[in-house]
T-cell receptor, first 112, second 116 residues
Framework: DAKTTQPTSMDCAEGRAANLPCNHS???????VYWYRQIHSQGPQYIIH???NNETNEMASLIITEDRKSSTLILPHATLRDTAVYYC?????????????FGQGTRLTINP | EAGVAQSPRYKIIEKRQSVAFWCNPI?????LYWYQQILGQGPKLLIQ????????DSQLPKDRFSAERLKGVDSTLKIQPAKLEDSAVYLC??????????????FGPGTRLTVL
């Protein structure tokens, strides 16, 4: 199963783009990259996922390198409400079912 | 659309006591998950149901934890007897997609369990 490596913490100024890196050098060809975030005292929230191509939705953009060994989640205009722990997850195949294995994540703090 | 509901939100018990948590997933979601989140760590999957069948319970401590999903809708997670190390937030999540496909999981607010 692919493992992910993320910085423990990051800071970003409000209104600026927040770029959260993730390394997944052992990812296999049919594994997806998912991003979730967890705001304090809430359950995790799905943000975006991708396989090979870059993806964008109303919340964020996901940039995956051509070799798929790393990715970057981009929050284009960070607000104070984006302060949360962000998890980069590689989907694990287990017993024929989808399984998400959460690591420690990156604690992102948006500063006014 | 209503989200995943969990109750209670908080529970304090003494070690060796029993406790049960309840989860009501989003209507129509076939897959339901229970996670345990210890303070400072990411959530860890305990058990996954598809409809009322167990898909994965490999990380469920079966000597003390049990879970069921009757009629493929609501689910309960029980701990009997509780240990100090069971202190954690128990999160329930549901997904509209069948297991095996890329999925989005929708999480409830969690139940914070403190074992004294």
């Amino acid at each position: 199963d692919a493992k992910t490596t993320q910085p423990t913490s990051m800071d970003c100024a409000e209104g600026r783009a927040a770029n959260l890196p993730c390394n997944h050098s052992t990812i296999s060809g049919n594994e997806y990259v998912y991003w979730y975030r967890q705001i304090h005292s809430q359950g995790p929230q799905y943000i975006i996922h991708g396989l090979k191509n870059n993806e964008t939705n109303e919340m964020a953009s996901l940039i995956i390198t051509e070799d798929r060994k790393s990715s970057t989640l981009i929050l284009p205009h960070a607000t104070l409400r984006d302060t949360a722990v962000y998890y980069c997850i590689v989907r694990v195949r287990g017993q024929g079912a989808q399984k998400l294995v959460f690591g420690q994540g990156t604690r992102l703090t948006i500063n006014p | 659309e209503a989200g995943v509901a969990q109750s209670p939100r908080y529970k304090i018990i003494e070690k060796r006591q029993s406790v049960a948590f309840w989860c009501n997933p989003i209507s129509g979601h076939a897959t339901l998950y229970w996670y345990q989140q210890i303070l400072g760590q990411g959530p860890k999957l305990l058990i996954q149901f598809q409809n009322n069948g167990v898909v994965d319970d490999s990380q469920l401590p079966k000597d003390r934890f049990s879970a069921e999903r009757l009629k493929g809708v609501d689910s309960t997670l029980k701990i009997q007897p509780a240990k100090l190390e069971d202190s954690a937030v128990y999160l329930c999540a549901s997904s509209p997609r069948l297991a095996g496909e890329p999925n989005e999981q929708f999480f409830g607010p969690g139940t914070r369990l403190t074992v004294l």
